[in-house]
């Protein structure tokens, strides 16, 4: 059983800084692709960045490149978004998800999925 679990989140002020962990378990996940989405309220949920889990390209949303990163420790079994320069249009659930393989923008592609953890930024 995939488990993905998100910690990390908190409210913080705009140009501050959270770090997002995802703590994967159930299985080897060498071959899968991990992303981060987020969810705001009354909107669709989008992606927000990729990485595979064996190393590689990494993928962002235009809105988000340039102050976020997607790292994984693969000792750790956990997948790290770092969030920098946090704007309050930031603010939103973020979730972390699994695909088996190969890399995805659509949420509807992904095979597993944490049960998000919240970020607020204040203006």
């Known amino acids: 059983q995939v488990q993905l679990v998100e910690s990390g989140g908190g409210l913080v002020q705009a140009g501050g800084s959270l770090r997002l962990n995802c703590a994967a378990s159930?299985?080897?996940?060498?071959?899968?692709?991990m992303g981060w989405f987020r969810q705001a309220p009354g909107k669709e949920r989008e992606f927000v960045a990729a990485?595979?889990?064996?190393?590689?390209?990494?993928y962002y949303a235009d809105s988000v490149k340039g102050r976020f990163t997607i790292s994984r420790d693969g000792g750790k079994n956990t997948v790290y978004l770092q969030l920098n320069s946090l704007k309050p249009e930031d603010t939103a659930v973020y979730y972390c998800?699994?695909?088996?393989?190969?890399?995805?923008?659509?949420?509807?592609?992904?095979?597993?999925w944490g049960q998000g953890t919240q970020v607020t930024v204040s203006s």
């Open positions: 159930g299985r080897t996940f060498s071959s899968y692709v």
């Open positions: 990485i595979k889990w064996s190393g590689g390209r990494r």
């Open positions: 998800a699994a695909k088996r393989s190969g890399y995805a923008i659509m949420d509807g592609e992904y095979d597993y």
